[in-house]
């Protein structure tokens, strides 16, 4: 089924066209991976869904409902169920794994888990713990992880929310190749039960995803399809080639 509908936004700053009406479409679950050289849009397409920029004109229509998420806050679109990782992870460096996975847990504000008083949170916390492998870590102070484990455990505090969208900007950005690896498996597993988007410059992992490719350029879709489709598109080898 189609989750998330893009349809035909643009956003202008300034005067300049920094997405032009660009259409995308997500279905649940499924794992996309957008691609594109530097100012393509990519991150101005995740302020857009995630409702941190609004668009000029077009729509973003959300789940069974068809919910137009333009207008609506990033908290109110958060609790639609769409999380985002940024870059850089901002987990509590002071605090444990355990800690860290709690407080996300916490977080979650759902009426039947306050009815309920859920007793099962330390069982949670071992699944999450679990899912982004660091079961063996949950007394350590996030602090003492690696940047990959740190990623992975940013990763796990999204999942206590339950998002149905996951966007994801450059998750192997200063990863060991091991981390790579690992992180790749990691989105294709959790992309079996949602929808995943990862923006990533990394063509290695991206071709570990192994999933549709996006190509975005100037604010629009340049091309669509598997990797090996969209590299061997002339106008992809050519906006990569600077030509
Ligand atoms: N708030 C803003 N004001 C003015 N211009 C902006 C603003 N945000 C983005 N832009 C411009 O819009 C274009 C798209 O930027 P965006 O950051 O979305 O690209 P990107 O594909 O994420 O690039 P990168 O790969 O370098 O992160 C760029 O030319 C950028 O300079």
């Known amino acids: 089924m189609t989750l998330l509908e893009v349809d035909g936004i643009s956003v202008t700053f300034d005067g300049f066209r920094a997405i032009n009406s660009l259409s995308l479409s997500m279905g649940e679950p499924e794992l ?4 594109g050289p530097n100012g393509a849009g990519k991150t101005t397409f995740m302020d857009i869904v995630t409702g941190k920029t609004r668009p000029d004109s077009g729509r973003v229509v959300w789940g069974e409902d068809n919910r137009d998420l333009i207008g609506m806050s990033e908290s109110a679109i958060a609790r639609a169920g769409i999380g985002r990782k ?29 009815l309920f008083r859920r007793a099962d949170n330390a069982g949670r916390i071992a699944e999450l713990a679990d899912e982004i492998s660091l079961a063996d870590h949950l007394m350590r102070k996030a602090g003492e992880l690696s940047h990959g484990q740190k990623q992975w455990l940013e990763i796990g505090m999204l999942l206590a929310q339950e998002p149905r969208l996951l966007l994801v900007d450059e998750p192997a950005a200063g990863m060991t190749p091991a981390e790579r690896g690992h992180t790749a498996d990691l989105l294709k597993r959790l992309a079996k039960t949602r929808a995943v988007i990862v923006v990533e410059h990394d063509m290695e992992f991206v071709r570990r995803l192994d999933c549709k490719v996006t190509v975005l350029h100037e604010g629009r879709v340049l091309a669509e399809g598997s990797l090996d489709h969209v590299t061997k598109n002339r106008d992809v080898i050519d906006v990569y080639l600077g030509r």
Not at 32 to 35: D, F, G, Q, T
Request: glycine content about 0%.
């Open 32 to 35: 996309r991976a957008i691609i």
């Open 86 to 114: 940024f870059q850089k992870p901002t987990v509590f460096e002071d605090q444990t794994v355990r800690e860290n996975l709690a407080m996300a847990l916490k977080a979650r504000r759902d009426p039947f888990r306050v």
